[in-house]
Each structure stands twice: as structure tokens, then as C-alpha cells.
């Protein structure tokens, strides 16, 4: 265990050094603050909860962002050490395969969890201490926003090391990173939208279509932040798709954490199989 | 009896593109300096990956300071090895000292002795710098000091003196030397042989993946039977005199002028010439002898082919 936290630090402060931190902290509190108070504009007056608002939107913009930030952090956490030849060296220390891919997991989720508390939660401050002011249900709303993030990127992380293990040039990492990417965050949902255009409701039963959410983190997360509370579900125009939704937010919780386990797994397997 | 920190019996490690290794035996008793030398790809960098038990072999079996490197459940005894990589970049923002201390903990090393390390090395200066300010032998350094944590006592290092400048490499010796002292195993590649000769106890030359010559100097001289050579110095003008009676000997003249005459003969006849010379008196003014450097062994065996 001490071996893990070892690694996790080193991840975490090489993090720090470089401004990974810093850079990622930044960019989701400006997108966040830029969210709340010019994306709110057209609210007005009216008696909407600006904190719910701008959940709304950031989870819209968390499911591009996020899983493009995990993946860059992870794409050549293995590749790129096996390359530079400090893998070789790793290896030959008192220390198990295991061991570093589960350190390496827990330095970066560390480090997205910083990032998203920091840069949100700067966001959260601003907006519940604004004139507005926020009551419970908004901040519980806000935690689970930041709380799935952190669950969201960290199923981008365990996939990107399932490639990052698979590969063996940093070049063709990053290149399935982005194609990883593409067919989570876009590509996915085009074609189950395609398809129900394409069967207009004839075989395909809403509860499969919510089923098939699950095997995409990024709709998983989608499906938990939109209509895992009734007032974001209404403010996001999903209501109705809430009230009648089947699937309550546990399966998409327990979705999550199945896309954060498996590729983890499978990557350790593989990494302690593969002949550096 | 000796004990082996190394023993390799018929290892072989074939990839799907090329052979590696092909039946390497060799052993490496406590407390010894092997050299292993060999071409480019000739198959010492995968040589030591199968004794780290990075790769494992298709056929034959080892034995690391008593343990199966295969035995993943019995790592520890890694604590016990040091190993210098030919090419390794560290995390390029982070400083010197914090990479030493990364490595000391997964060591369970103490921060004192890494500093005392560091010191060693002659870094101690540098310690706050970031890694990719650093010089190549400066690099290289690192690469020592992380090889020493943790009092090994089995030395892997890859191509150790390459970017080292000469004073730099006279000091990495010292710390050979010292290590050696303390009966520390050395397994050791470098394309600097000459430099390595006085230290060396052994030396195991490698081609296209096969050991073809093994064994200390004076074995590896007389297998490969090359002529020893000789400058001797006379007085002005009379080396046309005293070469007739040499090249009766059995010696051949490969270069003669007024003064100096350079001569090869065959290594049992060494005893033989020198006391001819030595009779001849104060006709000799000096004699020098060239023994079989490591780098000519090495170009005589690196032709061969495997057993």
C-alpha cells in the first residue's frame, strides 16, 4: 500500500510542477464562472435557482471536457515511461505491476478530483454567495455534480491506461485517445439517436435505449446529472424523459464505477503479462 | 566453495522477428567483475533483462542471488540489485533531489543516505536543479546513484561511462573499485574496454546472441593465441645487429628503425625472448611490453560465430 502512495505522490507533484493542475483548475472555473454568469443572463428575474442552472450546463460541458482532460493526463502514463526507458527501470525496483498502475490511477484521480473541486467549486462559492444565495438542495446538487465528475474522469483515466497498456508508441496512443474520445462523447450517441429516427419507435423500447446509455461513461454521467434530481430535470428539458425513466440514478452510478474497474483491471492484467 | 550471484544454464529468449539469446550458460561468482561484451544487438541488453526478470526466457532457467527472477511473489530480493539502464530520461520537471528520493522510497532508503549518495557522485551541487537542466554525464550520474540505493549486492550497469567526461569516468572507477571492495557482484557492458581492463576479473563476449568466448583474461589471451609484441629501445644503430638472433627465435619484425625495433612472438615463447634480451645487457635500453588489449580479444572473438 505505502508502494501505491508512493507513486500517487510522485504523479500528483509532478502534476504540480508542471501546472497540469493549475492549467486544468483554471480552464473548468472560468468555463464554470463564464457559465453562471453569462449563460444565466437570460434567466433574469425569474425564480430559478441560479445554481441549478449552471449544474445544468456544466454537466453539458463536463461530458466534452472531462473525459478530453482524463485522457490526455493517462493516454501515456505507461507508453510514454516504457518509452523514455524509466519503465525499465521501475520494473526493477521492489514494486509490482499492480502496483504502479493503481498508484498511477490514484495520483490522477487525485489530481482531477483537485482540479474539478478548484475550478467548480471556486464557480459553486461565487454563485452561492452571490445575491441569489443558494439553499440545500442547490449545493447537494452542486456536490453530486462535482462528485460525479470526478467518477466521470475517472472512467476516461482507467480507459486511457487500458491504451496507453496496449500500445507501443506514444503516437498511436494519442491517436486512439482522440478516437476514444470521439465515439464516447459524439459518436455514441449519434447513432442510438440514428437508430431510434431510423426505427421511429417501433422496436425499440425506451427502457433499452436507457439501457444502452449505460454502456457510455459519458451518458452515464449525463443520465445521473440531468435527471438525477427532479428540478435539474425539469430545468434541462428531461422531465419527462425523468419521470417515466426506469433506471433510477444508482444504475448509473453503479455504470460508472464498472467503466472505472474493468479497463483497470484488464490493463493490469495485460501490463503484467506484456514483456517490457 | 564459491558462491554464484549470476547462474545461467542453456537460456534462451527467441521473439517471433529474430533469436535474442541463443543457449547462453555462464556464471557469475560473488563478488566478481564481469565484463560482457559484444556488437551492437548482440544480445547484452536482453541478457540482462532476463537476469532482472523483465523478460523471461523461452528455454533454460536462472538464478539471481539464489532466487528465480520468474517468481514474481519472492520481488524483494530486488532490493539487493542495482541497475543503470543505457538510456533512461527521469520525469524531466521534477529536481535531482527529488527523483533520488522518489527511488530511495520505493527502496525503503533513508533521505540521508540518497543525499550521501548524490554526494558521492558528485551532484551534490545540483540537487535543486530540475533534470532537464542537467548534462548528459550529469544524467548519467543520477542513472549511478539511483543503481547504488539500497547497499546492493549484485550491479547491473548498462554502457555506465558513456557521456562521462575523463575525470568523471576516473572517479566513476574509484566507486568501482570501492564497491568491489565491499564484494559487491558487477556485471558490467561497455564499449570501453580498455579502460576496464585492470578491473575486470572476467570477461564473456557475445555475438548474434551466443556467448563466444568466457573466462578471465589470461584464458581469453591464450584461447585466442594472438602474439604478444614487444618495443625494445637499443643503442643508436644496432638494432640490425641483434635482430638477426631474435628473428631465429621465432619472432617476427613488424617495424625497425636506427633505434627501435618492434617485434611479436607467441606468448609461450615471452619468458624465452626476454631473457635473450637480457643477455644482450647494456645493448637494450628499455623494453616495453604490450599485452593483448581487451579491445584487440574482442575484435578476434567478436568474429567468431557461437560454439
Known sequence: MKTIWIIALKELKDALRNRWIIAASCLLAVLALSLAFVGTAPV?????????????????????????????????????????????????????????ILG???????????????????????????SNGADLQ???????????????????????????????????????????????????????????????GENLKSDFVNFLLLFNPADSFRLLNLTGFDSTAALSGMSSIAGRAVLPAQYAIIALLGWITLPLLLSGCLFSRREI | ???????????????????????????????????????????KTTLMKLILGLVQPTTGSLSILGHDPKDKASFHYRNAIGFLPENVAFDANM?????????????????????????MVGLSAALDRRYKTYSKGMKQRLGLA????????????????????????????????????????????????????????????????????????????????????????VQEGMTEKIAQPLQNQNATITYMNGRHLEIECAPSSKMTMLRHLGELGSLVEDIELQNTSLDQLYAVFSDQRGQ
Not at chain 2, 527511488?103 to 543516505?113: F, H, I, P
Request: proline share 3%; charged share 15%.
Open chain 1, 44 to 100: 433574469g428575474g425569474a425564480k430559478i435557482s441560479t445554481m441549478q442552472v449552471t449544474v445544468v450546463s456544466l454537466s453539458s460541458l463536463s461530458v466534452f471536457l472531462v473525459p478530453l482532460i482524463s485522457l490526455m493526463l493517462s493516454y501515456d502514463s505507461i507508453v510514454g515511461e516504457v518509452e523514455r526507458g524509466s519503465m525499465l527501470l521501475l520494473l526493477t525496483y521492489p514494486i509490482n505491476r499492480w502496483q504502479i
Open chain 2, 146 to 233: 539511483q543503481a547504488l540505493l539500497g547497499k546492493p549486492r549484485l550491479l547491473l550497469l548498462d554502457e555506465p561511462t558513456s557521456g562521462l567526461d575523463p575525470a568523471a569516468r576516473q572517479h566513476f572507477y574509484d566507486i568501482i573499485r570501492d564497491l568491489r571492495k565491499d564484494g559487491v557482484t558487477i556485471l558490467l557492458c561497455s564499449h570501453v574496454l580498455t579502460e576496464l581492463e585492470a578491473q575486470t576479473d572476467a570477461v564473456t563476449v557475445m555475438n548474434s546472441g551466443r556467448v563466444v568466448a568466457s573466462g578471465s583474461l589470461e584464458d581469453l589471451r591464450a584461447q585466442a593465441g594472438l602474439p604478444l609484441s614487444l618495443r625494445i629501445t
Open chain 2, 95 to 119: 529536481t535531482g533531489k527529488e527523483l533520488i528520493a522518489f527511488y530511495a522510497s520505493l527502496k525503503r532508503e533513508t533521505k540521508s543516505r540518497s543525499l550521501e549518495l548524490m554526494d
Open chain 1, 138 to 200: 442547490d449545493w447537494m446538487v452542486f456536490g453530486s455534480l462535482i462528485a460525479s465528475t470526478v467518477l466521470l474522469g475517472s472512467a476516461f483515466l482507467s480507459i486511457g491506461y487500458l491504451l496507453s497498456v496496449c500500445v507501443k508508441e506514444r503516437a498511436t496512443a494519442i491517436g486512439l485517445a482522440v478516437a476514444v474520445w470521439l465515439l464516447f462523447v459524439l459518436l455514441f450517441d449519434m447513432a442510438v439517436l440514428g437508430a431510434l429516427v431510423v426505427d421511429q
Open chain 2, 1 to 43: 566453495m564459491i558462491k554464484n550471484s549470476i547462474i545461467l544454464e542453456n537460456v534462451s529468449k527467441h521473439y517471433p522477428s529474430h533469436k535474442a539469446v541463443t543457449d547462453v550458460n555462464f556464471s557469475v561468482p560473488e563478488g566478481c567483475l564481469m565484463a560482457l561484451v559484444g556488437h551492437n544487438g548482440a544480445g
Open chain 1, 104 to 130: 498511477k490511477f490514484l495520483g490522477h484521480t487525485l489530481i482531477l478530483s483537485i482540479a474539478t473541486l478548484l475550478g467548480y467549486g471556486a464557480a459553486g462559492f461565487l454563485i452561492g454567495f452571490s
